[in-house]
């Protein structure tokens, strides 16, 4: 005999009390039968994807960098602990206006480097802090860029039942403006624990 549409499949067992009743306990890997994360206020993983996380989210602008601080609960009592607390960084696009990154910055369509970020090495703009920074090109009288710049920081940490505040991860977006119309985007994300 193959199993068909007609199996059974066994998705919920009865738990009898104390008192008599029948309590479910629902089997599977369905998303209403996961609970939702810590510090929510969602019945189930399902409700928590469709609504979202209780959060506390504070954002400001630092030295031209958009920054936001993220706490996963609902509640604003300094000494609540156990929740996950995001601290994102987001930096402009070299296309942009603002800044590039933490040594350079666009001023009435001019770069500007800050004071001993640069070297010149050549034909080369050198980061002190990259490997290459920008090539200049005799022959088109302009700029390449050849150089990797960070666009956004992400950093994942956790406040300890101790009230110690925990780097679990971060992820890196960088990007990478190619000389020939080819810009890549990268992520990459480092464990810390």
Not at 13 to 29: I, T, V
Not at 118 to 131: A, C, P, T, W, Y
Not at 163 to 179: A, E, F, R
């Amino acid at each position: 005999m193959s199993a068909g549409n007609e199996a059974q499949i066994i998705s919920m067992l009865k738990q009898k009390s104390d008192n008599g009743d029948f309590n479910p306990l629902y089997l599977g890997p369905e998303q209403r039968y996961i609970g939702a994360l810590r510090k929510s206020n969602n019945n189930n993983i399902e409700e928590q994807l469709l609504l979202g996380v209780d959060q506390i989210i504070t954002s400001w602008n630092e030295d031209n960098v958009e920054r936001e601080h993220i706490e996963f609960r609902d509640n604003e009592d300094p000494d609540e602990t156990g929740y996950y607390i995001l601290d994102s960084y987001t930096y402009e696009e070299i296309f942009g206006t603002g800044n590039i990154n933490e040594d350079t910055f666009i001023e009435d369509n001019a770069l500007m480097f800050n004071t001993g970020t640069v070297q010149q090495n050549g034909d080369k703009l050198e980061g002190l802090k990259d490997d290459g920074f920008m090539v200049i090109d005799n022959d088109e009288n302009s700029l390449l860029l050849s150089s990797t710049f960070v666009l956004r920081k992400d950093i994942l940490k956790f406040k300890q039942n101790n009230g110690n505040i925990l780097d679990v991860s971060q992820k890196i977006t960088t990007k990478k403006y190619g000389n020939d119309g080819k810009d890549i985007t990268k992520e990459i994300i480092t464990n810390f624990l």
